[in-house]
């Protein structure tokens, strides 16, 4: 018998930058950081990424653009590959993604393209917990209590099992 389900994402949202507590402050301000450094000589489209490790440590990455698109890297992905390689015995907490198009942060928040998202779902279900995702934008800001939320029918390491 056929059945109609609902996925449902719910987000707090705050104003701007200075309205949000002092860590997810702080981790936004790094991720404008890291976008400042990206390489997109093509796009002019420079993502940042910062997370933020339980021990308080904050891990930034960048979005590095390629002549040949396909071989560029997404901030996200640049900022998770660090965190994974380097911080093994330590577990993300939140993420914070900034975009900077002609010097300033976006008008609107931007969220990870699908294999960013599939990524740090992976993770947060490696790790056995939720990490929070902070979008950053001129409008608001954009708090997820989970990467799970940014993708609701997921494809995860069940779906692999016979």
């Known amino acids: 018998m056929m059945k ?8 707090l949202e705050y104003q701007g930058i200075a309205e949000l507590p002092g860590a ?3 981790l936004v301000e790094e991720a404008v950081v890291a976008a400042s450094g ?9 993502v940042g990424a910062a997370i933020l490790l339980d021990d308080g440590t904050i891990v930034r990455g960048a979005n590095v653009e390629n002549a040949a698109f396909p071989s560029g ?23 914070a993604i ?5 010097g300033k942060l976006t008008a609107e928040p931007v969220p990870p393209c699908g294999n960013c998202r599939q990524m740090l779902i992976e993770e947060e279900q490696r790790l056995g917990k939720p990490i929070k995702v902070i979008l950053a934008g001129q ?8 990467c799970q939320l940014l993708m609701p029918l997921s494809f995860t390491r069940s779906n692999l099992v016979k």
């Open 98 to 102: 900034a975009a900077l198009t002609e």
């Open 139 to 146: 409008s608001g800001i954009i708090v997820l209590e989970n």
């Open 38 to 46: 990206a390489y997109a000589p093509y796009s002019n489209f420079m």
């Open 4 to 11: 109609k389900r609902e996925a449902i994402v719910s987000y």
């Open 73 to 95: 890297s997404c901030a996200e992905k640049t900022a998770l590959s660090y965190t994974v390689a380097n911080y093994r015995n330590n577990k993300s907490v939140a993420i």
């Open 24 to 26: 997810d402050r702080k």
